[in-house]
């Protein structure tokens, strides 16, 4: 669709830190085609007067599991491990395709609300959370959660692997891409995670997994390997592929080297730490280092919700405090984290991330004609401190209108609602 958006202020993230005031944006098809000056004779099917309004990159959340929104409130305040072992994973045994839909639709509804206009994701049944992501309108990066050891051929997991790459790689115009989600170096064996490098290799995609997540996690990858879980991975090979590292919380200096040498995203998800109390990720370090770091929400069961502007804020406050620091992780840093980080993070920074001639039409206008954004001294300030997610009020993806006034006009999200509380209901009595 072409749309003219006028009168907005506007947060490019090209690079360029200041926020442009009254400044019209074009949008052609899928792709924004004009910033500032729209020719007078270019058609646009709708024209938002976004006066009042800011217009900022759709937001990127690098790291989540949506249909886990089924377990959203269903065990809280144990440690990870009891929490996996005792609570989520006995559940998860029960789950069909049709609770990872609903579940998935739920997750992606609550993100599109909150102006996240993409996001990586590992769980299983993944081609229930694909046809969520083709239906609602909002754009994915997808991997089947595998875990294995060394005598397992990669069986069902590695095919379903495979059948999600050809059904939707690149699938719902373009909006869904595929990776291999290796889940952890703690529950895929050395043997196994070989085979995935080898299985991400042939389908030439990235890796999404989890790593260094916890100190457990650290003490058992020393005991069993002699070495950290980001030594033990790199060492397998698993960096040869273009990797996204969900956490990173603890790792040393050597093991910071080694995900910036061989160019690795972390994704950092400052609330799912604090509430696992699993530590503090040295994302400033990190950072300072050379290290991409994105943001993400985790699943919303260990959340429990999937509000980035929340993870803005976590990023920017809390490495200030861990720091002692008040200069750590400014506001600039935690915006760029949730939008440009988080794109090249997933691969995709020559198409999202910021507002670009020539990039996708994926962006977000939020209503700053509210009391928590008065006055207006500094609107970067105000995303990572005063905003909240119900700021935001139109959402477009791929150059489609997706939510216009806070109403989603892809999905219907009274029926969701009712179909995941129904679905969450089922699964824990069965
Ligand atoms: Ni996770």
């Not at 397998?236 to 603890?250: I, K, M």
């Not at 809390?318 to 980080?341: E, G």
């Not at 997933?346 to 977000?364: F, M, N, Q, T």
């Amino acid at each position: 669709m072409n749309i003219l958006i006028k009168n907005a202020a506007l947060i490019s993230m090209d690079g360029k830190d200041e926020p442009v005031k009254n400044v019209n944006v074009a949008i052609e098809k899928d792709k924004i085609k004009y910033i500032g000056d729209v020719p007078k004779d270019f058609y646009a099917e709708k024209v938002i007067d976004a006066r009042e309004n800011l217009i900022m990159p759709g937001l990127v959340n690098g790291h989540t599991h949506v249909a886990m929104s089924l377990f959203r409130n269903y065990a809280d305040d144990l440690p990870l491990m009891d929490w996996l072992k005792t609570r989520i994973w006995p559940v998860e045994e029960k789950l069909t395709e049709d609770d990872v839909y609903w579940g998935s639709m739920l997750g992606v509804v609550e993100l599109i609300r909150s102006g996240v206009t993409c996001f990586s994701d590992m769980y299983f049944f993944m081609e229930e959370t694909a046809k969520a992501v083709e239906e609602s309108g909002i754009r994915a990066v997808l991997a089947r959660g595998l875990v294995g050891s060394d005598d397992d051929d990669g069986g069902s997991r590695f095919k379903e692997t495979r059948e999600l790459y050809r059904n939707w790689h690149n699938g719902a115009g373009g909006r869904i891409k595929v990776m291999a989600g290796p889940h952890a170096p703690y529950t895929c064996s050395p043997g196994y995670l070989k085979k995935v490098i080898e299985l991400a290799k042939e389908l030439n995609v990235g890796i999404h997994i989890h790593l260094s997540e916890s100190a457990d996690e650290v003490e058992e990858s020393l005991k069993n390997y002699g070495k950290s879980p980001v030594r033990h991975v790199y060492d397998l090979g698993l960096f040869d592929v273009p990797t996204v590292a969900a956490h990173c919380v603890h790792v040393s200096d050597e093991d910071i080297d080694i995900l910036a040498e061989n160019m690795v995203s972390v994704v950092n998800n400052p609330t799912s730490n604090l509430k696992l109390a699993s530590g503090f990720a040295p994302v400033e370090k990190m950072i300072r280092r050379g290290v991409n770091v994105a943001l993400g929400t985790d699943g919303p069961a260990s959340n429990n919700n999937l509000n980035m502007f929340e993870e803005m804020n976590l990023a920017a406050i809390v490495n200030k405090s861990i720091n002692r620091d008040a200069t750590s992780i400014p506001a600039i840093t935690a915006v760029k984290m949730a939008t440009v980080n988080g794109a090249r993070a997933l691969g995709l920074e020559k198409e999202i991330g910021s507002i670009e001639i020539g990039k996708k039409a994926d962006l977000i206008i939020i209503d700053i004609h509210k009391p928590h954004f008065y006055p207006r001294h500094n609107i970067i300030s105000s995303l990572a401190y005063s905003a909240q997610a119900s700021d935001v009020k139109t959402v477009i993806v791929d150059g489609e209108i997706v939510m216009e006034d806070y109403e989603i006009k892809t999905v219907d999200t009274e029926r969701i609602m009712f179909e995941a509380e129904r679905a969450a209901k089922s699964l824990i009595g069965r």
